[in-house]
């Protein structure tokens, strides 16, 4: 079974940058897509960007493109979230996740297997 921690959160000024980085290990297949998602307080998870492990391809939530790039290293077996010009409705807590099918809509429940999470705040 795949195991993903994140790490790299912090507090930034908006208008600032932060990388957060998802350490994979464990068993899982190449075909899978690793996402991030992140959850505001009282509010649901919500997609912020994807990518297949085998071939690279990408996918990002609308509220975040233009300012976001995911990334992965097969060789070092992470997963790099890179956020520039944050703002205060960035603020959340940043999951790493996989989705093993590779398929289907990006949404929490077709992801499976779940970090524990790392803060990110943006302070205006």
């Known amino acids: 079974q795949v195991q993903l921690v994140e790490s790299g959160g912090g507090l930034v000024q908006a208008g600032g940058s932060l990388r957060l980085s998802c350490a994979v290990s464990?068993?899982?297949?190449?075909?899978?897509?690793m996402g991030w998602f992140r959850q505001a307080p009282g509010k649901e998870h919500e997609f912020v960007a994807a990518i297949n492990w085998n071939d690279g391809s990408t996918y990002y939530g609308d509220s975040v493109k233009g300012r976001i790039t995911i990334s992965r290293d097969n060789a070092k077996n992470t997963v790099d979230l890179q956020m520039n010009s944050l703002v205060p409705e960035d603020t959340a807590v940043y999951y790493c996740?996989?989705?093993?099918?590779?398929?289907?809509?990006?949404?929490?429940?077709?992801?499976?297997?779940w970090g524990p999470g790392t803060q990110v705040t943006v302070s205006s």
């Open positions: 464990g068993r899982f297949f190449s075909r899978s897509l």
């Open positions: 996740a996989c989705n093993p099918t590779g398929r289907g809509p990006m949404i929490d429940k077709n992801f499976g297997s």
